[in-house]
């Protein structure tokens, strides 16, 4: 996208103009109404497209929506070549009329569909994996609705522009040789998982030297990244290793007196976890089952923050 090679401040004053420039640079179909809404229009290149839909590891299970899809590139390629299914949004109807056209010349109709739609009242309850091409400012502005409303799990992959303060879990620069923007013929691939709540209190009973224990774990969270404390029957044990992914935790707890490891892993479901709890020691291996209870709900810090206006926006440019 143009807005690649300007530098922040200028970005929207000359939005306009940008707009007027791609619009030239790609010759949409004469006749009809226009609007191009927050972003204007730009291809994807294919091989972008292609490297967004592998790193998002789509597949045949798969439920793709495209935020502003365009000419339908991501989700006819995803059907065609992933065996996924989905749709796409644009509020400009000619490029949604072009979108089914093109799934149907490429037989993938029944599978890929597209609506003129604005993409901040579409229901993205289906998603699996959400792939967007959008501004910096846009993402921010839908950052709190992909949150908020995707399941955790669902994998999001946007072409050229990040989630603000929210890292991603993988990001890579690629050749794109096709790019109709930028001078230096290269694309920027961010990949994220939704992470689920994990904030709050969590409590269970296992086994501590062959008698039960209680253990209550205290559990911080901005995004997906997780922080904690533990006690033990009263003793504080050291947590490390705190991850999240999407539904899956884990993390270390060592107690202290014993040196003895605790590894837990397993899958968060509403206020409950279930997995395995692999102890090692000097003279004890083994594993157990792990079911842990949320037995007071967090707000993860990032569910705190307010939605960002265009007004503030504009103020940090
Ligand atoms: C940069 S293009 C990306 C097209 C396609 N996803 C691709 O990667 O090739 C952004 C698209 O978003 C559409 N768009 C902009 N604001 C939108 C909104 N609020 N709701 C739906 N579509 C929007 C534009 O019409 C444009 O087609």
Redesign the pocket.
Known sequence: ?ACLVMPQRSRWPMLGMIALALVTVMQPQPGGAQ??????????PQNV?DRMLQVANVGPGDYVI??????G??VITAARKYGARGF?????RR?VQLANRLAARAGVADRAVFYE????DTDLSAASVV?I??LPE?NLMVRPKLLATLKPGTRIVS?DYNMGDWPPDQQMVLDAPDKPVGRDKKSKVFFWVVPANAAGKWRWRLPVDGKPADFELVVSQNFQTITGSMMVGGNAWKLENARLSGVDVSFTANDPRAATRYAFAGRIAGHGITGTARVTGASIQRQLEWDATRTELGAPAHALLKKPELRDLQQLQ
């Open positions: 996208m609007d191009y809404g927050d972003t204007p229009y730009v291809q994807t497209v495209d935020l502003g899809s365009g000419d590139r991501m796409g949004v644009d509020l400009d490029l739609r604005d993409l901040y792939t091409y959008l846009v072409h």
